[in-house]
């Protein structure tokens, strides 16, 4: 598993999760020297909204860190996962973005409800009145096709597309998935033909069935079928190879710049005021490095990619002028 430790604030240079966890309470200590913390934060658990279904890879992130800060004894009061599914997301991320700026209720969510949804759907919120707390993941997508594909490499499915414009079937289902497939199309000066799916399973039911030509998935499902034998990796959408296909080129490396990525990140409403916003931005990274949640991570082949929240926002200002064509279309 590749791990990622970029959290910054005023204790940036420690690399190791000790050293961070550390670190965190010397800044608390030096936050309360200046006056500025809220000693009596939280006043009652602490919900954290997640807008997807139970079970889903989101969730299981999510909860994975409400264990180990709640293990921790971090906070008086218990974190607790509250799911609250509709909308791609939007619903969940509305009652957040609605409730009290006290830091009580808080969400867990990747960007798609921020940059991508409101570009095809109206919101009942202002995407950008929000307050990111701390990144805590990404995750990597890749191109795959059936083992007994006449594709081994993205060239070939390229140059197969090229002479037969619309030919190639190619499944895609998420706003991540949709970007992936027309940045492709955009790139490499083809015409593919997307098949929309509710999600990686049905869409790789579909590809080892045969009834499709390729699907663009997370790396975390794909590498599985890799090591069973039943999926060729053409390509991985991201600047550098993934862990889990350490083997597999990116598609920058095969001549095509397609990158797609989502984040998970931790965040409340706008004007979250800026104690308990560091307060709970440190117990987030801290249990994001504990070795418990380093071994959830590694099951599910996701990278723990900590970063500040000012981090966030500024990726995603650049997702939006990224996709922003790409939706438009």
Not at 165 to 172: E, L, R, T, V
Not at 184 to 203: C, H, S
Not at 311 to 327: C, G, H, N, Y
Request: glycine fraction near 8%; include cysteine; charge should be negative.
């Amino acid at each position: 598993m590749n791990v990622r430790r970029s959290f910054a604030r005023r204790c940036a240079a420690l690399l190791t999760a000790g050293a961070i966890v550390s670190a965190l309470a010397a800044c608390s200590a030096s936050t309360a020297d200046e006056g500025a913390a809220v000693s009596n934060f939280p006043t009652r658990p602490i919900d954290v909204v997640v807008p997807f279904p139970a079970g889903g890879s989101t969730d299981s992130v999510a909860r994975g860190l409400v264990d180990a800060i709640n293990k921790e004894g971090t906070f008086a009061h218990a974190l607790r996962v509250v799911n609250r599914e509709g909308g791609n997301g939007t619903i969940g991320v509305n009652e957040v973005l609605q409730s009290k700026a006290d830091g009580h209720t808080i969400g867990f969510v990747g960007p798609a409800p921020f940059v991508l949804q409101p570009f095809i759907s109206d919101v009942p919120y202002d995407p950008d009145a929000f307050t990111p707390v701390v990144q805590i993941t990404s995750v990597d997508y890749a191109i795959a096709v059936p083992a007994g594909s006449p594709y081994d490499t993205l060239e070939d499915l390229v140059d197969a597309a090229d002479a037969a414009p619309g030919s190639i079937s190619i499944a895609q289902g998420a706003l991540p998935y949709t970007i992936a497939v027309r940045m492709l199309e955009r790139e490499a000066d083809i015409k593919l033909n997307p098949v929309d799916f509710a999600g990686d399973a049905p869409a790789l039911t579909a590809l080892l069935g045969g009834n499709i030509d390729a699907m663009v998935g997370q790396t975390a499902g794909i590498a599985a079928q890799l090591d069973a034998g039943a999926v060729k990796v053409l390509a991985v959408l991201s600047t550098e190879r993934s862990s889990a296909l350490a083997d597999i080129p990116t598609a920058v490396e095969s001549g095509w710049e397609v990158l797609v990525n989502a984040n998970t990140f931790v965040f409340g409403p706008d004007a979250l005021q800026d104690d308990v916003t560091e307060e709970l931005s440190e117990a987030f990274a801290a249990a994001a490095l504990s070795g418990q949640f380093e071994e959830l991570m590694a099951g599910l082949a996701q990278t723990i990619d900590v970063q500040d929240g000012s981090q966030v926002r500024k990726q995603m200002a650049s997702d939006k002028e990224t996709f922003a064509p790409l939706l438009q279309q």
